[in-house]
């Protein structure tokens, strides 16, 4: 019902800046939040930030003061900007989000998706 796309993965030199974009379509009621998890090869996915529907942001440690997390609720998508790339923020980069839709006896009930993931690389 829901998909996420994700566009703007790519290569980067140390330093450097990346915008990634991820754009929620299909029937849903709303989203209640929306984020970015990364993983590298060999390693776990973890998260990198999160938006709630009110604008409230979460950001792992090793990316305060370089990425910020954006949304766009009438667009439903959610922005990553990343400044001061690090090889060490190499990694497929996964949308998240978490939305509401009805059932069908007239209820609601939450749900999760996940983006594909788009790759980045940080290297010279």
């Known amino acids: 019902q829901v998909q996420l796309v994700e566009s703007g993965g790519g290569l980067v030199q140390p330093g450097g800046s990346l915008r990634l974009s991820c754009a929620a379509s299909?029937?849903?009621?709303?989203?209640?939040?929306m984020g970015w998890y990364r993983q590298a090869p060999g390693k776990q996915r973890d998260l990198v930030a999160t938006?709630?529907?009110?604008?409230?942001?979460n950001y792992a440690d090793s990316v305060k003061g370089r990425f910020t997390i954006s949304r766009d609720n009438a667009k439903n998508t959610v922005y990553l900007q990343m400044n001061s790339l690090k090889p060490e923020d190499t990694a497929v980069y996964y949308c998240?989000?978490?939305?509401?839709?009805?059932?069908?006896?007239?209820?609601?009930?939450?749900?999760?998706?996940w983006g594909q993931g788009t790759l980045v690389t940080v290297a010279s």
């Open positions: 998240n989000a978490i939305y509401t839709v009805r059932v069908t006896w007239g209820g609601t009930r939450s749900l999760e998706v």
């Open positions: 299909g029937s849903m009621l709303s989203i209640n939040a």
């Open positions: 938006i709630t529907s009110g604008g409230l942001t």
